[in-house]
């Protein structure tokens, strides 16, 4: 920082005016920080000699803001008036197209404002989304600075590029206040954005009670819908707002109304997890088996997603506990399926079917047993789910967490008693399907537990054939550990040393045959 800004800054301006007389020449960027640094902190007397010196009043820093736009943005007056009085471009913009007012209104700067509309400021401006001073007061709740600007003669429902007015933003930040004044100069109550939201939707979706119950004794329409379907008491229903959600009921809420995905208030708290608004909307008569377009109800969506409390809450309240969506999923197969051993086990608590299946023929038991989900298995099999029932594929749940590798499932079910030999309707027993993803550790289990080693499937292939095939390196040396009979083909004649040489496009010995063998 050089001595002239320093000075500057310190409001010292007797020595800058010695540095000035004593012939320092500061470049223009010097002199712009000079004068900006006075004009933030609001030394009028350094300004002046500066000003008196040559410096130019209009002069931006990197930022692209005057020294008048400072002064406004930290309320420095009569800083503002010297600049002003110096000929300072009233209306200015920086980088963002921000002007002197808008910083002013922006920092609640009520003063500041006047001065500026004083001097002719442009009330209407705006910036790059098309913000004018008047929503940048709102956002804040600058209540003083909003009046001023209206009496001025603010547009009250100027739209900045997103259709947002200043009635929506002050909504949207939860500045009550700000949507008194608002109202009372006679802004919208329902004018919308771009998203077709209001300014009740957007205080419901942020949680602001006291926003959302100005609005409401303003006359907002209460059960208005966005674009895609959502009124006010969805969204502050996904977000948990209890007293946003009491006060819309208070005033008449549609409890049931739906989005256009058939999704009501009461989904959208059960999938997110709030127990709160759950218990608010059934106090209130929400339907509690109310689907949506895919079938989903509130019970499922909170199984999906492992939420217990709000499971709780539904069932005590009499949700079906076996209803079905469009696939033919329950409740409990969802839980099942997202690794939620709660969920699950709340689910059994209140005698869910344990061997209800869907339209892929799958049970609770097959869907925990692909994601490996040990917890769950568990479960259901002491609530007696049968361990071989099969799916659309004739595949068991052990086959099915042997191909994913989930050795802890694989271990619970052979402990349950599961058919190791079983085999899928392509001949696809347990270990085959392990062999061919290379899952050592559920192979190791099947084995131990007595799986025949050169079991085949249909095609003739034994778990070694596709082992090799697939370049399971480790499940090949597992499975001659084993004893696999290394030179057993399939139909179409090849050995698993064949599936092997297939790669290099080459022949060679067979290990103590001495007799070449050509890769097929």
Same mark, same amino acid.
């Given at each position: ?36 640094? /006075? @004009? +933030?902190? *609001?030394?009028?007397?350094? $300004? #002046? =000699? !500066?000003? %008196? ?6 002069? &931006? ?75 940048? /007061? @709102? +956002?804040? *709740?600058?209540?003083?600075? $909003? #009046? =001023? !600007?209206? %009496? ?6 100027? &739209? ?75 969204? /502050?229903?996904?977000? *948990?707002?209890?007293?946003?959600? #009491? =006060? !819309? ?8 109304? &739906? ?75 969802? /839980? ?10 709340? !689910? ?8 209800? &299946? ?163």
């Amino acid at each position: 920082m050089g001595e002239l800004v320093a000075a500057s800054a310190a409001g010292d301006a007797e020595q800058v005016r010695v540095l000035l007389q004593a012939g320092i020449e500061p470049d223009a960027k010097d002199a712009c920080d000079a004068l900006i640094c /006075a @004009a +933030k902190n *609001g030394h009028e007397g350094v $300004m #002046q =000699a !500066l000003l %008196e010196a040559g410096a130019a009043v209009d002069s &931006k820093n990197n930022d692209a803001m005057t020294a008048l736009m400072v002064a406004a943005q930290y309320g420095q007056d009569d800083a503002m008036r010297v600049l002003l009085e110096a000929g300072a471009a009233v209306d200015a913009a920086d980088l963002t197209g921000a002007t002197a007012l808008m910083a002013a209104s922006f920092n609640g700067h009520t003063g500041a404002v006047r001065v500026l509309l004083a001097a002719g400021a442009e009330i209407g401006c705006k910036e790059k989304n098309g913000w004018a001073a008047l929503m940048f /007061a @709102a +956002k804040n *709740g600058h209540e003083g600075v $909003m #009046q =001023a !600007l209206l %009496e001025a003669g603010a547009a009250v429902d100027s &739209k900045g590029n997103d259709g947002m007015t200043a009635l929506i933003v002050a909504a949207n930040n939860g500045q009550a206040g700000a949507v008194r004044v608002l109202l009372e100069a006679g802004a919208a109550v329902d004018s919308i954005d771009d998203h077709e939201a209001t300014a009740l939707k957007m205080a419901s979706l942020s949680g602001h009670t006291g926003a959302v119950q100005v609005l409401l004794a303003a006359g907002a329409e209460i059960d208005c819908k966005e674009k895609n379907g959502w009124a006010a008491l969805m969204c /502050a229903s996904n977000n *948990g707002h209890e007293g946003v959600l #009491q =006060a !819309l009921l208070d005033a008449g809420a549609a409890v049931d109304s &739906k989005n256009h995905h058939g999704q009501t208030a009461l989904m959208m708290a059960s999938y997110s997890g709030h127990t709160g608004a759950v218990q608010v909307l059934l106090a209130a008569g929400a339907e509690i088996g109310c689907q949506e377009k895919n079938g989903l109800a509130a019970l499922m969506c909170a199984a999906s997603h492992g939420h217990e409390g709000v499971m709780q809450a539904l069932l005590g309240a009499g949700a079906a506990v076996d209803l079905i969506n469009d696939e033919r999923m329950t409740a409990l197969m969802m /839980a099942s399926h997202n690794r939620h051993t709660g969920a699950v086990r709340v !689910l059994l608590e209140v005698g869910a079917a344990v061997d209800s &299946k869907s339209e892929n023929q799958l049970m609770a038991l097959m869907y925990a047993s692909l994601q490996g989900h040990e917890g769950a298995v568990l479960a259901l099999l002491e609530a007696g789910a049968a361990v071989d029932s099969i799916d659309d594929c004739e595949a068991t749940a052990l086959i099915r967490a042997g191909f994913n590798g989930h050795t802890g499932a694989v271990q619970v079910l052979l402990a349950a008693g599961a058919e190791i030999g079983c085999k899928d309707r392509n001949g696809v027993a347990a270990l085959i399907s392990a062999a061919l993803n290379g899952h050592e550790g559920v192979m190791q289990a099947l084995l131990e537990a007595g799986a025949e080693v050169d079991l085949k499937d249909n095609l003739g292939q034994t778990a070694l054939l596709v082992a090799a095939e697939y370049g399971q390196a480790g499940a090949v040396r597992l499975l001659l550990g084993a004893r696999a009979a290394v030179n057993s083909p399939g139909q179409s004649g090849a050995t698993a040393l064949r599936h092997r040489l297939r790669e290099f496009g080459c022949g060679a010995r067979a290990a103590g045959g001495g007799r070449r063998v050509a890769a097929p």
